[in-house]
T-cell receptor
Framework: GAGVSQSPSNKVTEKGKDVELRCDPI?????LYWYRQSLGQGLEFLIY????????KSGLPSDRFSAERTGGSVSTLTIQRTQQEDSAVYLC????????????FGPGTRLTVT | GENVEQHPSTLSVQEGDSAVIKCTYS??????FPWYKQELGKGPQLIID?????GEKKDQRIAVTLNKTAKHFSLHITETQPEDSAVYFC???????????FGTGTRLLVSP
């Protein structure tokens, strides 16, 4: 079946602009997660959703970052006033339910801030 | 919070050899330990996982062992093949918490 999809696959933006990254989870998965992977680094948790609620936003690096999820499906991660240090691969994952264990990742969005 | 350390950062083996990657975690409340394989330009792929009520789990050429007392777990790949070449990440999560805390990754290179 279809896996987690993300769009765009690549995004180049100028410093100071806003960007929106999209994630479509696996159908039927109620939990959705955002992670960030900087060049050559491990994955850093940003936020997770159970349904449309975000019980844990502890990983968002600043108030320039926000995320929402509507209809218990698609999620959008928004970065306002982008900075060069925001350049990274943003990965989305979904699982059957929060605490359900297995998280399945999408291919990621590579963000480059010039 | 939880902290996961992973070693080695790079590992080169000959085809057919075994490879072992080790991780340690800090919080004894962690109870779920997945391993992911990430190929260039792709998202991480779950290859095997283990829960704290199990000491070892095998799936064909891949096995994971868990030592709760020592708070470490390891990935074992036997009869390595060139297509096993990738970056491998371990992770841990705690009961009641949903986020995964990842290690820093091991780049495995299998030479023919």
């Amino acid at each position: 079946g279809a896996g987690v999809s993300q769009s765009p696959s690549n995004k180049v933006t100028e410093k100071g602009k806003d960007v929106e990254l999209r994630c479509d989870p696996i159908s039927g998965h109620t939990a959705l997660y955002w992670y960030r992977q900087s060049l050559g680094q491990g994955l850093e948790f940003l936020i997770y959703f159970q349904g449309n609620s975000a019980p844990d936003k502890s990983g968002l690096p600043s108030d320039r970052f926000s995320a929402e999820r509507t209809g218990g499906s698609v999620s959008t991660l928004t970065i306002q006033r982008t900075q060069q240090e925001d350049s990274a691969v943003y990965l989305c994952a979904s699982s059957l339910s929060a605490g359900g264990g297995e998280q399945y990742f999408g291919p990621g969005t590579r963000l480059t801030v010039t | 919070g939880e902290n996961v350390e992973q070693h080695p950062s790079t590992l080169s083996v000959q085809e057919g050899d075994s490879a072992v990657i080790k991780c340690t975690y800090s919080d004894s409340a962690s109870n779920y330990f997945p391993w992911y394989k990430q190929e260039l330009g792709k998202g991480p792929q779950l290859i095997i996982d283990i829960r704290s009520n199990v000491g070892e789990k095998k799936d064909q050429r891949i096995a994971v062992t868990l030592n709760k007392t020592a708070k470490h777990f390891s990935l074992h790949i036997t009869e390595t093949q060139p297509e096993d070449s990738a970056v491998y990440f371990c992770a841990a999560s705690m009961a009641g918490f949903q986020k995964l805390v990842f290690g820093t990754g091991t780049r495995l290179l299998v030479s023919p």
